[in-house]
């Protein structure tokens, strides 16, 4: 089994074009990342959405927040959005039978769970939910999903900077010195941001997909 992702922008049609296009430049750089760092394929399309290909399912979830907090770190002054630049993502987990050059040519179930939960998402929340062939599994991460979207609905630019950071697995003395702030001002943010808490679930979520996808 892999895994796909599918996300788009909320209230993309309120940014003004330079702004809408230092997000893309912004999310663009992470997916080439992503190709290095996890073997993920990721491509954009209708210039406010994007799809992905995961091959470590278990890793998913760090690449969806990777996501999230490289774009919630960009301010926005648009009276128009509310709250922090983000995205609508789902996460589907399942076979693929057609895989083409383009992920947005290839086709099969994980491909049609995350399409199609991402088109039930309406409104601000949720901002997160995953699809897989096993209920009880979907049960269990969409609660927490909610839990985190209450989590990072309050959080702020810098909380969600310094959670990046850690994301990218940076200790906090070299957050600190990447963001020119003391290390006592990177705890502070990492405490606003319930960092230990989103710690646990992607430690949660790493194990019980594994095992989920190994069986």
């Known amino acids: 089994m892999k895994t796909v992702i599918t996300g788009d922008l909320i209230d993309s049609t309120n940014y003004p074009p330079q702004h809408l296009d230092a997000i893309l430049n912004v999310v663009n750089t992470?997916?080439?990342?992503?190709?290095?760092a996890y073997d993920a394929d990721f491509k954009i399309f209708r210039g406010d959405s994007f799809q992905g290909v995961v091959l470590d399912s278990s890793r998913a979830l760090e690449l969806v927040l990777t996501v999230k907090t490289a774009v919630n770190k960009i301010p926005?002054?648009?009276?128009?959005?509310?709250g922090l630049t983000d995205f609508r993502i789902a996460i589907g987990i399942g076979n693929i039978n057609l895989k083409r050059?383009?992920?947005l040519e290839s086709n099969g179930e994980a491909f049609h769970f995350s399409g199609r939960t991402l088109d039930s998402m309406?409104?601000?929340?949720?901002?997160l939910l995953l699809k897989t062939a096993d209920e009880n599994l979907n049960d269990e991460f969409n609660v927490h999903f909610a839990l985190?979207?209450?989590?990072?609905?309050?959080?702020?630019?810098?909380?969600?900077?310094?959670?990046?950071?850690?994301?990218?697995?940076k200790k906090e003395t070299?957050?600190?010195e990447i963001l020119g702030i003391n290390q006592s001002a990177v705890n502070h943010r990492?405490?606003?941001?319930?960092?230990?808490?989103?710690?646990l679930l992607l430690?949660?979520?790493?194990?019980?997909?594994?095992?989920y996808t190994n069986v």
């Open 190 to 199: 990492k405490k606003a941001a319930n960092w230990d808490a989103v710690a």
């Open 203 to 211: 430690e949660r979520y790493k194990s019980a997909i594994g095992n």
């Open 101 to 103: 050059e383009s992920i």
């Open 122 to 127: 309406k409104g601000d929340y949720p901002r």
């Open 174 to 176: 070299e957050v600190a």
């Open 76 to 82: 926005t002054k648009n009276k128009k959005i509310s």
């Open 30 to 36: 992470e997916f080439e990342y992503f190709r290095t």
């Open 148 to 169: 985190l979207d209450s989590v990072t609905s309050k959080w702020s630019v810098a909380s969600a900077e310094v959670a990046y950071y850690l994301l990218k697995g």
